[in-house]
């Protein structure tokens, strides 16, 4: 019976060493990964940024130019990267109009740009985008000729919107607006693609504009007969529409400019090439319509 009891005391002593032993290594496996796993993060952590991609819609903003602007970012912790900070310097780039920066788990940061749509040049020194805001950028780097606007501060959305609507009227005679020129009184002045300046005054713009197309192909034909009328000496005389005053009620006035071909001696004497000279004379011509 002594026996029985003792082989069942060292049975149990045997399975709780066991178990024992068992959970001990257990506990020994789970803290060697925990360490392993920690190092690991912690060598992750520290890893820096080695791929920055720059996309977007930039027909102006250079990727130069955007490496340039995060010259003072550190990039050598991953985690640590401030992504606001990376928006806020691009964005201060003079051609960006808006940046959206994120981070690409392990080592990458993505930055897409946006640049700003240029659609006219404002008072000589800045431009307005496509929303009627005025920045500054190099205008050496533009791809077309803009049409040129002056106006007082705060007045750009005021001149973009008039000038689109003002250009769509005047496409059905085939022209545009080269210049737009606002007054600190807000009277309104327009010059044409033709060369031909509209003085709109404050009011009735458009029913002006409108005005001008029905009576420009008029006044056109005057012209023409105009040149016919004229004798041999005076052919060597051309005139051309100068300005167009609307602001009348129920006409409008039209100034003529002259050009006179002038004679050139002298020239080969001074061993000077010297191109056509012109010499502009104006005279006010009225309609009533």
């Known amino acids: 019976m002594k026996n029985k009891q003792a082989i069942s005391v060292d049975q149990q002593a045997l399975s709780f ?30 890893l820096p940024v080695n791929s920055i991609v720059i996309t977007g819609e930039m027909p102006y903003t250079k990727r130069d130019d955007v490496l340039a602007a995060m010259n003072n970012i550190n990039l050598g912790n991953f985690f640590q990267v401030d992504v606001n900070e990376i928006q806020s310097q691009v964005s201060a780039l003079p051609w ?30 800045f431009l307005l985008n496509q929303f009627g805001k005025a920045f500054q950028a190099d205008i050496e780097q533009l791809k077309h000729a803009l049409p040129q606007f002056f106006g007082p501060e705060g007045s750009e959305l005021l001149a973009l919107e008039n000038f689109l609507n003002l250009n769509d009227l005047l496409e059905y005679r085939n022209l545009a607006i080269d210049e737009l020129v606002l007054s600190e009184r ?15 005054g404050r009011e009735e713009r ?20 105009q040149d016919k009328q004229k004798n041999n000496r005076e052919k060597q005389l051309k005139q051309a529409v100068d300005y167009i005053d609307l602001r009348y009620d129920t006409g409008l006035a039209v100034g003529w400019k002259s050009l006179a071909k002038l004679p050139l001696n002298m020239h080969k004497k001074h061993n000077v090439k010297i191109e056509q000279v ?12």
């Open 278 to 289: 012109f010499m502009l004379l104006t005279e006010e011509f009225s309609f009533n319509v």
């Open 96 to 125: 960006v109009y808006s940046v959206a920066v994120r981070k690409h788990w392990p080592n990458e940061v993505k930055i897409y740009i946006v640049d700003q749509t240029p659609v006219a040049l404002w008072n000589g020194d």
């Open 206 to 225: 458009v029913k002006r504009v409108q005005r001008f197309m029905d009576i420009y192909p008029l006044i056109k034909t005057h012209l023409k007969q």
């Open 17 to 46: 060493g066991l178990g024992l032993a068992f959970f001990l290594c257990v506990l020994i496996g789970l803290i060697s990964i925990a360490w392993w796993l920690t190092n690991r993060l912690i060598d992750q952590e520290s």
């Open 186 to 200: 807000y009277s309104w002045q327009l010059t044409l693609n033709d060369g031909v300046m509209l003085n709109l």
